[in-house]
C-alpha cells in the first residue's frame, strides 16, 4: 500500500514538472491514436514552454483529430507542429477540425501537414484559418497532399498576408500551370 502511494506522489510530481519544463514531446510512430491524444490533453495545455509538438507518422483519423484540436485550444505557445509523413490520414474534413485548434496558435511559426490527404476543401479551411492567426508562420509543408490547382489558388489568398513565411512545400500536389500563376500572384 505504501509502495503505491509512494508511486502515486512520485507519478504526480513528474507530471507537476512536465508541466512546467517540458518544451519539446515527440509522440511520433507510435501509433496513438485519440485516446492517446487524450491522455495528454491536461499536460499539453497546462504546460506554459511547449514547443514543439511531433505527432508524426500516426495513423490519425476524424476521432484524433477532434482530440487534438481541442488540446491545441489550450497550447498557446506552441511554435511547431509537425503532422506530417504518410499514414496520418488527415483530410478535408480532418483539417477543418483541426483549423479549430489551429486558431489558437498565435505563436506558431512551422506546420507541417506533409503526406496527408488534405484537398482543395482542407487547404480553404487552413488558409482562412491561418490568414487569421497565423502571421507568425514562418514554415508551411503541405507537400504529398491533392491540393491541385483550385488548392493553390486558394492558398494563394493567405500567401498575400504572410509577411513571415520563408518556405513553402506544394510538391507532388498536382498543381499545374494555372495553380503556379495563382502561387505566383500570392507571392507578389
Do not use: Q, W
Not at 508524426?56 to 483519423?61: I, K, L, P, R, V
Not at 484537398?119 to 491561418?130: F, I, N, P, Q, S
Amino acid at each position: 500500500m505504501a509502495r503505491a502511494a509512494s508511486g502515486l506522489l512520485c507519478a504526480g510530481s513528474m507530471m507537476t514538472a512536465l508541466r512546467t519544463a517540458l518544451v519539446h514531446l515527440d509522440l511520433s510512430d507510435i501509433g496513438i491514436d485519440a485516446e492517446g491524444i487524450r491522455a495528454f490533453d491536461g499536460l499539453l495545455k497546462e504546460s506554459k514552454r511547449l514547443l514543439f509538438l511531433d505527432l508524426s507518422g500516426n495513423e490519425m483519423g476524424d476521432e484524433a483529430a477532434v482530440a487534438l484540436a481541442g488540446v491545441l485550444l489550450g497550447c498557446k505557445a506552441l511554435t511547431r507542429l509537425p503532422v506530417d509523413v504518410d499514414d496520418n490520414n488527415i483530410g478535408d474534413e480532418e483539417m477543418l477540425t483541426l483549423g479549430i485548434g489551429l486558431e489558437h496558435c498565435k505563436a506558431l511559426s512551422h506546420l507541417d501537414l506533409n503526406g496527408n490527404e488534405i484537398g482543395r476543401l482542407g487547404v480553404g479551411d487552413l488558409a482562412g484559418v491561418l490568414g487569421n492567426s497565423g502571421k507568425a508562420l514562418a514554415c508551411l509543408l503541405l507537400g504529398s497532399n491533392a491540393l491541385g490547382n483550385d488548392g493553390a489558388r486558394k492558398l494563394s489568398g493567405y500567401l498575400r498576408e504572410c509577411a513571415a513565411l520563408t518556405l513553402l512545400d506544394l510538391d507532388v500536389n498536382g498543381i499545374e500551370v494555372e495553380g503556379i500563376g495563382a502561387l505566383a500572384g500570392g507571392l507578389d
